[in-house]
């Protein structure tokens, strides 16, 4: 299976730029997307095929890599993105997630 | 607008099955996949398989053939998952989504999720 690794945490304070990393154990091309899950949720789609705003997501978030390497931006950080972050590849028959990376917002 | 509902929680015992329900409203069922994903602390989001809503084809992550099936009633636009010889690993937060298929795979609605314990 494709193993995806992301930083466990960040903390950020409002206003700021952060970047969330992913990267893949072999290349996964474009097939990379991202999810956002507040605590008690579901998750929701962010971005997909690694650049693609998904509609109704604001334009702070933004994604971009290809390959094994990938990163989710947001650019200014609200205090509303306190969340917890995957990513998730569909290169591979068994689409594999990331652990996961939990935002704080200080 | 899309929704996702699904079942409530479920309390089972060791060795017994469950069934989930995933209810689909607000676009044409048949024109999208459903796909399953199971949620704990320890293993986070795991994938575990996608129904054809249209044919009800299903493809499993290895990882959970024999434990998931994976059913479709197009007449009222369900999707169903059926977790048997269960064992407390399997106790988890289950979510179906709405899977946008080939060739891309990727979830752009996701239900409530559906917590399943197993304890004795």
């Known amino acids: 299976d494709t193993v995806l690794t992301q930083s466990p945490a960040l903390a950020v304070s409002p206003g700021e730029r952060v970047t969330i990393s992913c990267r893949a154990s072999?290349?996964?091309?474009?097939?990379m997307h991202w999810y956002q899950q507040k605590p008690g949720q579901q998750p929701t789609l962010l971005i997909y095929l690694a650049s693609n705003l998904e509609s109704g997501v604001p334009a702070r978030f933004s994604g971009s890599g290809s390959g094994t390497d990938f990163t989710l931006t947001i650019d200014p950080v609200e205090a509303d993105d306190t969340a917890t972050y995957y990513c998730?590849?569909?290169?591979?028959?068994?689409?594999?997630f990331g652990s996961g990376t939990k935002l704080e917002i200080k | 607008q899309v929704q996702l509902q699904q079942s409530g929680a479920e309390l089972a015992k060791p060795g017994s099955s469950v069934k989930i329900s995933c209810k689909a409203s607000?676009?044409?069922?048949?024109?999208?996949?459903i796909s399953w994903i199971k949620q704990t602390t320890g293993q986070g989001l795991e994938y575990i398989g996608y129904?054809?809503?249209?044919?009800?084809?299903?493809n499993y992550n290895e990882k959970f053939k024999g434990k998931a099936t994976l059913t479709v009633d197009k007449s009222s636009s369900t999707a169903f998952m059926q977790l048997s010889s269960l064992t407390p690993d399997d106790s988890a937060v289950y979510y179906c989504?709405?899977?946008?298929?080939?060739?891309?795979?990727?979830?752009?609605?996701w239900g409530p999720g559906t917590m399943v314990t197993v304890s004795s």
């Open positions: 998730q590849q569909s290169w591979n028959d068994i689409f594999t």
């Open positions: 607000g676009y044409t069922f048949t024109s999208y996949y």
């Open positions: 072999e290349s996964v091309s474009t097939l």
């Open positions: 129904i054809n809503t249209g044919s009800g084809g299903t």
């Open positions: 989504a709405r899977d946008r298929g080939y060739p891309y795979w990727y979830f752009d609605f």
